[in-house]
């Protein structure tokens, strides 16, 4: 956990994806200048699936791997203990179905969440991505790349395919990995569904938090996304897709995606004025997400991209009328893993 909870403000709660911990799915992220920004704001906790962490030991034979909805259900025991009453959730794959899944749950414990690569059904990806490879390889390590990657990033990020090919099939316990991916296989569908007014509002089971969807342009994830997002209550979900972007937004794009979070937490009601290390010190009313390059989601296929230029243009004509604000200078806290 970085940070103390501040007041009554939530907590920023993370969850990684399979292959990933919360170092190498986050660290990018919020390592990243204005990220850190924020967190001045927020304390954050980390947390990672049973045995995911570096070195961690192997679990004993004949271990039974929480499913999907036991990971979710451990959340509330880790607020508990942590003395947190209220969480923002940043979900990656998995971690986004977990967060999904904890939200639906316990959608008073949830304020907001940003989803990335999120998938709502229940069909495997092993078995998608199996006869995608087929006649290559039935490599865990090389499926699970091809969860994470495009082809096209497989055979043109050379640098950055194979720093995670090699976190993948040396720092995580193969066994344990194993584990988690057979637990999100065998997921269940998440069964939520898009509200009608006047017909279903107040039956229908969906997020009633904020939500965030974000995914790469040439993610292997942009058709699950798209389905979850036609799923969502359109006044409260964003679709945001990120363009020259892949499968790993937060790694490869954390800048867009500090940006898109901070008008995120703004639209919340947190940290009235956003400073944006990029715009000469200036900052960004409150107001800031909603006139960033996004759009609601009026249908399945709602999403905003969210290249350079546009994101300029939209911010220079969101600085017109722009009061000035400063954030609280705290001094950066320290870092404790959480693992449940």
Not at 193 to 204: Q, S
Request: one cysteine or more; charged letters at 15%; aromatic letters at 6%.
């Amino acid at each position: 956990m970085r940070g103390v909870p501040k007041g009554n403000r939530p907590v920023i709660l993370t969850y990684h994806d399979i292959g990933l911990n919360h170092k190498s799915c986050f660290n990018t992220l919020f390592n990243y200048e204005d990220m850190q920004e924020i967190t001045q704001h927020f304390a954050v906790v980390h947390v990672d699936a049973p045995g995911q962490q570096e070195g961690a030991p192997p679990f004993p034979t004949g271990y039974r791997y929480p499913t999907m909805d036991e990971l979710a259900e451990m959340l509330p025991s880790v607020m508990t203990q942590l003395k947190v009453n209220s969480v923002i959730g940043i979900g990656v794959g998995a971690g986004a179905y977990i967060l999904t899944r904890f939200a639906l749950n316990n959608p008073t414990l949830v304020e907001g969440l940003v989803l990335i690569n999120v998938d709502p059904c229940a069909e495997g990806w092993i078995d998608w991505a199996a006869s995608k490879l087929s006649g290559w390889t039935s490599n865990l390590v090389d499926i699970i790349m091809a969860h994470h990657f495009s082809t096209d990033e497989l055979t043109e990020n050379q640098e950055l395919i194979q720093t995670y090919r090699l976190h993948i099939a040396q720092d995580i316990n193969q066994d344990n990995l194993a584990l988690f991916c057979g637990s999100y296989q065998y997921r269940r569908d998440l069964e939520i569904e898009r509200p009608i007014v006047g017909l279903n509002e107040d039956t229908v089971n969906t997020l009633t938090c904020p939500a965030l969807l974000v995914v790469g342009d040439t993610s292997p994830a942009v058709e699950a996304v798209v389905e979850c997002n036609s799923r969502l209550n359109p006044t409260k979900t964003t679709l945001l897709k990120m363009a020259d972007c892949g499968g790993l937004p937060q790694v490869v794009q954390p800048g867009k995606l500090a940006e898109a979070f901070k008008y995120f937490v703004q639209g919340m009601g947190y940290i009235p004025y956003v400073l944006l290390s990029h715009l000469s010190n200036e900052s960004v009313p409150s107001s800031g997400m909603t006139r960033l390059a996004r759009s609601r989601t009026t249908s399945s296929s709602s999403i905003t991209s969210m290249d350079s230029s546009r994101s300029r243009n939209n911010l220079n004509s969101l600085l017109e009328g722009s009061a000035m604000g400063a954030l609280d200078n705290q001094a950066r806290p320290q870092t404790m893993e959480v693992s449940c």
